[in-house]
Nanobody, 117 residues
Framework: QVQLVESGGGLVQPGGSLRLSCAAS????????MRWYRQAPGKERELLAG????????IYADSVKGRFTISRDNAKNTVYLQMNSLKPDDTAVYYC??????????WGQGTQVTVSS
């Protein structure tokens, strides 16, 4: 059973930065493609970024392109989301998701990001 634990959320002022982490356990992390999503109150869950198993393929939603960077450290079984130039609209619960080669999906519990002055 794969377990994912997000961390790094919090309160930040507009224009600030945060780095989210998602630590995986219970499986073979190097075989998982990883994604970050977010969900704001009253809105659907939104795909933000994805990364391939060795970090060579990365995708971004238009809403975060140029501001957010996804990366992974397979030695630490961890995926990161560096978020810069944060805006109040970025306020949401942020989730990571792992997809196995058999198309099994695992989610973390989420971490709250609040952008406010």
């Amino acid at each position: 059973q794969v377990q994912l634990v997000e961390s790094g959320g919090g309160l930040v002022q507009p224009g600030g930065s945060l780095r989210l982490s998602c630590a995986a356990s219970g499986g073979t992390f190097t075989t998982y493609t990883m994604r970050w999503y977010r969900q704001a109150p009253g809105k659907e869950r939104e795909l933000l970024a994805g990364i391939g198993t060795v970090g060579d393929i990365r995708i971004y939603a238009d809403s975060v392109k140029g501001r957010f960077t996804i990366s992974r450290d397979n030695a630490k079984n961890t995926v990161y989301l560096q978020m810069n130039s944060l805006k109040p609209d970025d306020t949401a619960v942020y989730y990571c998701r792992a997809a196995t080669s058999r198309l099994e999906f695992y989610w973390g519990q989420g971490t709250q990001v609040t952008v406010s002055s």
